[in-house]
């Protein structure tokens, strides 16, 4: 009986024995492992050979492996920075790991192996070929036979320019919505990027400034090329943009800049989303990632001013109606963020009245006025129209309903409704603008939500507009309601514009004129004034004995007729 139990209990013991072993296991994975933005090793961001963090970045690894009983390996990771990459993985037991390398499954690179067992393990390599494969096998010490191997490809060293609507785009194929156009795009590099500059048509290079800065420039790495219309040929420009890091490499890009010149857009004018495959077709973009999908157009990284450009610089009175669905509004500290969505009319392009002499230019004034929801706070929404100098009229509003459409509506008139009487006070005019907003599915309401006059910009373009609300806009459809001015005003872009004289003058002129033109040359406070030289805005002021009318021309030369400003000479 005893011999029995003896027997039975041995059995058991082997059974137990066997239930803790290992189970065989042979296969493929190619689960695509994601590279987490911020790596732990032992508590910390691990470290190169020659202790420079390793910066960590998004991507894949495809994953082959083939393992039966042994020591299991999990968790494998693979972090890039500069010429290097570090591996990553663990083992179920404490143990040595040994890795092996090369462009090739020969490992013809070299070993790299462990001194000492551990459950965590980590391996460096170094001087990497940029855009290259390289592939890799893990052993652990004591299963020599059974393998993890696996594959990663390199990222670039040069830095990375990323044009948001490619390397041929156009403009004004429709007309003239603004003084500029805007090439868009971001530049990075696993280094710093220590330069941004671009050249237009073999002119000199001019440098660019690099997001983020808490404006237009919305995100690490955003750039926004504001170029003047009058700097453009008609037809194919060449624009190429150069960005170097901090160890010299660059990366060149050449744009194609198609354009047009003297076309105005239609005073009557509809956009179907679904008609086009190019949103530069029926719109110009002045900030943002924008595609379009399903009949509507959205921005895709919500920020900063983010807007699309339609119409002309000569509109004047017109009527705007679009449907806009909100998805998502952010709150961002600080009073410059507070999220609004809705039209911005009236508009000629960005000045320095923003922030004076930052590249891009950041100031909206002047307009007409801006017709949108804001959001104070989320439980607090104004539906407004803003003027210029902050002259706003408001109402407290139930927010527009997240996923829902809206019929947004904006009417703008002049108050004499004839443009051409109108008496323009520095560039103003006192006009009526009427706003009001309803359920798309519902009839529209016969009366306006709320409208006012103010006085602000007598003519120009309107801007479809989303500030930190991530929304999606419809069919735009716009009617004329007086014919575009023949003689539009554009305010002073920012001091030391310059304007250039069709007669010829002598001495140092203080100019009292405020339209923008642009000039050939500036001179200093002696130089002689010819028939093509030019003089600052802010010139000093030395009296002579008489004055003098002359000719200029405005800043879209080709485009509007010659105007007249006074001069007042002066000498010492």
Known sequence: MKQRILFIGLLWILFVLAGCQKDDATGTDTTPMSVPTIHPLLGDQPLGEDGQLIEPITGTTTITTSTSIGIRISNVEVIQGDGRAVITWSSDDPAIGKLSYGRTEQYELGNKEEQLPLLRHAVTLENLEAETTYHYRIVMAGNEEDALTASFDTKRQIPVIDL???????????????????????????????????????????????????????????????????????GENELILTATDTLQFQEIVTVTINYVDENKWYELYQIDWQAGEDIQEMVEVIDGVWEMSDGEVRITKPGYQRALAIGDIIWTDYEISVPITVHEVQFIDGSENVPSIGFLTRWTGHTDLGTAGSQPKSGLQPFGVFASYRWDLPDLVFMQLEGNNNVIESVVEEPPEEGVSYIYKLRVETVENNAEDVEFVDNTAESMYRFKVWEADQPEPTTWSMGSNFEGAPNGSFLLFAHHVDASFGEVTVTALAPPTQTPSLPNIANGNFYTFTSAVTGTLSITNTAPITGTSPITETSPITETSAVPQNSPIIPLSSSRTCLVR??????????????SPYHA
Request: aromatic share 10%; no cysteine.
């Open 164 to 234: 948001w609507y490619g390397t041929e785009q156009s403009f004004g194929q429709n007309g003239t919505p603004q003084r500029w156009i805007n090439i868009l795009g971001n530049v990075s590099d696993l280094d710093e990027i220590l330069s941004l500059t671009y050249s237009l048509n073999g002119a000199k290079q001019i440098p660019l400034s690099i997001g983020p800065n808490r404006s237009r420039l919305d995100k690490r790495g955003d750039f926004n090329i504001d170029i003047a219309r009058t700097t453009l040929l008609d």
């Open 554 to 567: 405005d800043e879209f030369v080709g485009i509007l007729p010659v105007k007249t400003a006074v001069f």
